[in-house]
């Protein structure tokens, strides 16, 4: 059974940071891709960024040039480093792992994250 366990939510002004941590139970490697969802209340859930094969990066374009997600094998950890965050980034993000690049097989339980005044 894999778990996912995403940690570093909280609560932000606008133009703060912060980074989120998903902690995977077995070598990160062992997915094909691995990603960074999010949930905003009455919204459907979206894709904020993935990193495929460990090199390939792709995101949003809500977040381009603010987000950067990386991976850390020897910690078995993914990371979003979330700067210049907005209120519209608002949401619940979700880490999320696929074995394929079709379909994600396994996401956590969600960290919530708000940016506000």
């Known amino acids: 059974q894999v778990q996912l366990a995403e940690s570093g939510g909280g609560l932000v002004q606008p133009g703060g940071s912060l980074r989120l941590s998903c902690a995977a139970s077995?070598?990160?490697?062992?997915?094909?891709?691995m990603g960074w969802y999010r949930q905003a209340p009455g919204k459907q859930r979206e894709m904020v960024a993935t990193?495929?094969?460990?090199?390939?990066?792709n995101y949003a374009d809500s977040v381009k040039g603010r987000f950067s997600i990386s991976g850390d094998n020897a910690k078995n950890s993914v990371y979003l480093q979330m700067n210049n965050l907005k209120p519209e980034d608002t949401a619940v993000y979700y880490c999320?792992?696929?074995?394929?690049?079709?379909?994600?097989?396994?996401w956590g339980q969600g960290t919530q994250v708000t940016v506000s005044s």
């Open positions: 999320t792992a696929g074995l394929t690049t079709f379909y994600m097989n396994y």
């Open positions: 077995r070598s990160i490697f062992s997915f094909t891709v």
């Open positions: 990193i495929t094969s460990g090199t390939i990066t």
